[in-house]
């Protein structure tokens, strides 16, 4: 288990996302984000796991940089939440291979059982970067929905619109992903 270090205030402040819902917490101070997260928990779930906080600190340190956390590996491939140019390549690089596939998708029960999986991801977040090119990519497919699609945000890994990658053919994204993103992403992602 990872222990956060005392520090200042982590980047994008304290977050968590319960495993079991996509109910997410985010605050700037440690203990106002442990007691919310808990009231969520006894709320929603029944009885607070005394290893709640290791397992919410846990959560966090995949995310964080280098040196936010005791026990890391600093070299682990971590995702950062900005989207950079590479970024946008490789999603350019996505929409040829589909093209290129016959723009082919899975089914609707395929799409909402990895909704499911991303709505309760800690990677499901929100990427900064080009507005623009989020608001394009909503616009593809435009019949294909799920009943989670208000929960879903964007992946942190490979920063493709959550809402849309779903319904994408797993080898068609896997052609455009790299080695270091399929490091990152959780055991339990449907990407793996």
Same mark, same amino acid.
């Given at each position: 288990?990872?222990?956060?270090?005392?520090?200042?205030?982590?980047?994008?402040?304290?977050?968590?996302?319960?495993?079991?819902?996509?109910?997410?917490?985010?605050?700037?101070?440690?203990?106002?984000?442990?007691?919310?997260?808990?009231?969520?928990?006894?709320?929603?779930?029944?009885?607070?796991?005394?290893?709640?906080?290791?397992?919410?600190?846990?959560?966090?340190?995949?995310?964080?940089?280098?040196?936010?956390?005791?026990?890391?590996? #600093?070299? *682990?491939? @971590?995702?950062?939440?900005?989207?950079?140019?590479?970024?946008?390549?490789? !999603?350019? +690089? /996505?929409?040829?291979?589909?093209?290129?596939?016959?723009?082919?998708?899975?089914?609707?029960?395929?799409? #909402?059982? *990895?909704? @499911?999986?991303?709505?309760?991801?800690?990677?499901?977040?929100?990427?900064? !970067?080009? +507005? /623009?090119?989020?608001?394009?990519?909503?616009?593809?497919?435009?019949?294909?929905?799920?009943?989670?699609?208000?929960?879903?945000?964007?992946?942190?890994?490979?920063?493709?619109?959550?809402?849309?990658?779903?319904?994408?053919?797993?080898?068609?994204?896997?052609?455009?992903?790299?080695?270091?993103?399929?490091?990152?992403?959780?055991?339990?992602?449907?990407?793996?």
């Amino acid at each position: 288990m990872l222990a956060l270090q005392a520090k200042e205030v982590p980047p994008d402040g304290y977050r968590w996302t319960c495993p079991d819902c996509g109910y997410q917490v985010q605050h700037i101070e440690k203990q106002e984000w442990f007691r919310l997260a808990c009231k969520h928990v006894a709320s929603n779930h029944g009885e607070v796991s005394y290893q709640l906080m290791a397992q919410m600190e846990h959560q966090l340190c995949q995310t964080l940089p280098p040196g936010w956390c005791m026990y890391d590996d #600093e070299n *682990r491939p @971590r995702p950062p939440f900005a989207l950079s140019w590479d970024d946008v390549k490789a !999603g350019l +690089a /996505t929409f040829k291979n589909w093209s290129l596939s016959g723009f082919k998708t899975v089914d609707q029960a395929e799409a #909402e059982r *990895r909704a @499911r999986i991303c709505v309760n991801c800690y990677l499901n977040t929100h990427v900064q !970067g080009c +507005a /623009t090119c989020h608001r394009l990519a909503l616009e593809i497919l435009p019949d294909h929905h799920t009943p989670l699609d208000s929960s879903l945000r964007a992946c942190a890994v490979c920063k493709c619109l959550n809402q849309k990658k779903i319904w994408f053919d797993l080898q068609v994204l896997r052609d455009s992903s790299s080695e270091d993103q399929e490091k990152m992403y959780p055991s339990f992602c449907w990407m793996k």
